[in-house]
């Protein structure tokens, strides 16, 4: 496998089709990303990062084009094989943390291991490790409403990492938090790009922090990349 | 996922609706519950009606009657026209001597006014031979024992008609002097003087008789002394019986030709045969129909009888179906609910690696989860009311002397298939939902709030 090319687009394209009326999300995008990259993707509103971010993450599939993550296209995959990149290949976090209400924070973060097929025993020991390393252990039985936006967002880092993917979507991961936890947020997803390896590729409108963690930054608008940015 | 997890999650997701669950699963308790209590019902009425048949050996029984008017009217060849044949002793005689046939008796009844302890009450009577009430009334014994011989002036009354009198310890009864008034169909009794005080209300045309008995046993319940299930609360043997002046009401024939007097040869309208087993019914049946009788065995009866409780059960079935039908409405009620409030969960699922095929079984094991408690539940909630039907039928049935009975039943096999019955409904039920939830579309519930 290519390092280069660790994870590849060849032409994508997302249309929405409504009735008569058709919403190009994503047109021709072509990318290429190598393995241990911190990729930022920001853009306007409605200019495609979030349909580009859950193309990549298996959640929705192009309208035309290829998506090569480790040499390997998704887009051949059917719906079961889509679910199990999901569940070992990438992590994705979101704007809203979206973690279960009801849940405590071991809880979600062991939930992607449920799926996995781990014995709860380990699970819960996994979930506990991952917490370790956000900062978040002494906060494991609380339930989402009891912490924090960062701290939520902490959660869901150790829950999107939990079973060790090698790549890392993040969809405005920072939206909903302060300038400082938001600082906070991207510096610990830095250090796991750094110290373990992990891909990233984060969505965000804060063009600063970008430029002072991202390795590389496009911006999107309309569906297409208007610009890239090599930074280091 | 594993299936110990799918369990779990199943339980723990519908314990965090607890009042929706709880009516859900009421729904189906309820509709489990009608589903077993009346399946209990079927059974139960159709086990007590064949083991007391068994118990009374009733399946062993043959009873033969004489040829039918008509068929009298027609012999069979003309050359030698036959005498017809006359249900008599020596018949029974003939018949006691057929392989396999225990006891042969004529089956006689009769209305008496049975009277004790200055209390009155109106009975069947039914004449048994001594033999006959040894080997088949003595079962029924609560008190006393079976009279000795066939012309002892003894009796039998059942434990139902002393109730009726008010009488609770049968035991104290044994060795009383009960006097039994008969009523004789009395023709003199039709001069147009008698007719006008009949019409007058004042007198029947009946003359009464009373003889005196000793009671020497007390059977347990309504006793079935012979091949019919017809209820009888007093037994006499046949010797004093054939003292006695009466009307019998084995058929209303005999009604009329108890009027024809003395002197004519009717024979008997009705003779029961006792085998010792079942099996001997066909070559004993062919035998006495060979000699120009008729006959009824109630074993051939048993399909037809069996066919009834089938019409019965389905009846009853789609009673309990009706309310297991509201009841899947219910389930299917709540998991869409549930889904459309669960959602975004659904997104975070299969964000996290959920298949399709995951999120179909979380929702499948859920409706089976409701499915299993309403059937355990609903299987309790049958019995339940089983019971206590049966604590109140049997409380007001006692006070008329009618022993205890089991109206329900609760085979092993009802037990098992009301709780399958109840998962596979439901499952049945979430088909829709699961199939919806596996729909959902993780971008669209994922989208920002």
Partial sequence: MNCASFVQTEGLTKVYSSGKIQLCALKDVNLTLAEGKFLGVTGPSGSGKSTLVNLLGGLDTPSSGRIKVQGRDICELNKEELAIYRRYQVGMIFQSFNLIPSYTALENVAFPLLFAGVAKRERNQRAAEMLTRVGLYPRKDHRPAELSGGEQQRAAIARALVNQPKILLADEPTGNLDSITAKEIVKTLADLNRNQGVTIIMISHEELLLQEFAHEVIRLRDGEIVDREKLR | ?449
């Fill in chain 2, 1 to 449: 996922m594993r299936m110990s997890d799918y369990i779990e999650q199943s339980f723990s997701n519908l314990a965090r609706r607890k009042l929706r669950t709880f009516l859900t699963t009421f729904g189906v308790v309820i509709g489990i519950g009608a589903l077993v209590s009346m399946f209990a019902f079927g059974q139960g009425v159709q086990k007590n009606m064949t083991d007391k048949f068994k118990e009374l050996e009733l399946f062993n029984c043959v009873n033969v009657f004489p040829p039918t008017m008509q068929e009298q009217s027609q012999p069979k060849t003309k050359e030698e026209p036959q005498q017809a044949p006359v249900l008599d002793d020596d018949l029974i005689q003939r018949i006691t001597k057929i392989e396999g046939v225990e006891s042969a008796f004529a089956e006689i009844r009769f209305p008496a006014m049975v009277r004790l302890r200055e209390k009155e009450r109106f009975s069947l009577v039914q004449v048994l031979p001594a033999n006959v009430c040894r080997s088949g009334l003595s079962k029924l014994l609560v008190a006393g024992e079976p009279y000795a011989s066939d012309d002892a002036n003894c009796l039998i009354i059942s434990d139902s008609l002393l109730h009726g009198m008010k009488i609770k310890d049968a035991k104290t009864v044994i060795g009383e002097q009960v006097e039994l008034s008969t009523l004789r169909f009395d023709p003199n009794l039709f001069s147009p003087a008698a007719i006008a005080s009949v019409m007058r209300g004042d007198e029947i045309p009946f003359s009464r008789e009373s003889y005196t008995f000793t009671i020497v046993g007390v059977a347990e319940r309504m006793g079935f002394g012979g091949s019919m299930p017809v209820r009888s609360d007093v037994f006499i043997p046949p010797g004093p019986s054939e003292k006695m002046k009466k009307i019998s009401l084995t058929s209303i024939w005999d009604f009329f030709s108890a009027a024809a007097g003395p002197g004519q040869a009717k024979g008997y309208s009705m003779v029961t045969v006792k085998l010792s087993s079942a099996k001997y019914v066909q070559p004993v049946k062919q035998q006495v129909e060979d000699w120009g009788f008729n006959t009824f065995a109630l074993i051939d009866e048993l399909k037809e009888i069996k066919r009834a409780f089938i019409f019965m059960d389905m009846f009853l079935f789609a009673v309990a179906m009706i309310a297991i039908t509201v009841a899947s409405l219910g389930i299917i009620n709540t998991m869409v609910m549930s889904i459309l409030e669960r959602y975004k969960e659904i997104g975070i699922m299969k964000a996290v690696g959920a298949g399709d095929r995951d999120v179909k079984k979380i929702f499948f094991f859920e409706s089976g989860v409701i499915g299993f408690l309403g059937g355990i539940f609903g299987l309790a909630l049958g019995w339940a009311v089983g019971v206590v039907i049966n604590q109140v039928a049997n409380y007001f049935l006692a006070k008329q002397g009618v022993p205890y009975v089991d109206y329900f039943s609760f085979p092993w096999w009802l037990c098992l298939g009301a709780v399958a019955f109840s998962i596979v409904v439901s499952l049945a039920a979430g088909i829709y939902p699961t199939l919806r939830a596996a729909r959902v579309d993780p971008v669209v519930a994922l989208r920002h709030d």
